[in-house]
């Protein structure tokens, strides 16, 4: 696997409203595709991204994409998490992660950014990183919620950061990619405005549509989405990473 030095680039997978992409642009690192198969996260991310930003729709017929530094994705966790039927990775929704590691090896990225429900750890967390391993890739995992970073959305999801085995060989210390200091520095800081519940404002339901109350596709989104806080986070980790090894 040939590794150059330089400015890294991120491209997504299962986007969502690009929560990753907006934590990464904050991180100082160009996002040069997404894949989104929702019609109203799409049109989100070519607001904040722009026009002509690529989104590929369907992960299932999405090939060899152009080659970046950095694939993130949090695939499907319905079939994983608590509030599923707990069949696991080998669920309908959940066995997309098929295809996130189908696009992995074919990019074979210098990293790889993995978001899910902590009970990916018993319901196929085994599978994720048997198939990493397969590839080449060594792996890191860590549990984190916003609530680690003054945000008040308790909900705490799984992050894994794979790298090329050979990584190992390069760096003089097995210090994790994970970055402790910045959970109790920077990053830990709640917005003006955001300090209290009775602060947050209700979501507003206008209107229905089969039924169903106006914009709660835009609330739901926004509430699976990826923090940017967290997503920033991340990607200095990967940054720091990055710059102490001699590729």
Known sequence: MEMKKGELTHGSLFSGIEGFGLGAALAGIKTEWSCEFEDYQSLVIKKNFGEEHEINRDIRTYSKPPFVDIISGGFPCQDISIAGKGVGIVGER?????????????????????????????????????????IGYDAEWQCLSGTDFGIQQNRERLYCIAYPSEI??????????FRKPYLSGQFTRVYPGWRTRQSIPSPRFTGKSNGVPDR???TECIGNAVQPIIAHYLFECIKIFDNKLTW
């Open 94 to 134: 959940s066995g997309l992660w098929s295809e996130m590691f189908r696009i992995v090896r074919e990019v074979r990225p210098k990293y790889v950014l993995i978001e899910n429900s902590p009970m990916l750890v018993v319901r196929g967390f085994e599978q994720v990183l048997c198939d990493l391993s397969e």
């Open 168 to 177: 190992n060989g390069k760096r003089g210390t097995q210090e994790s990619v």
């Open 216 to 218: 709660v596709d835009r």
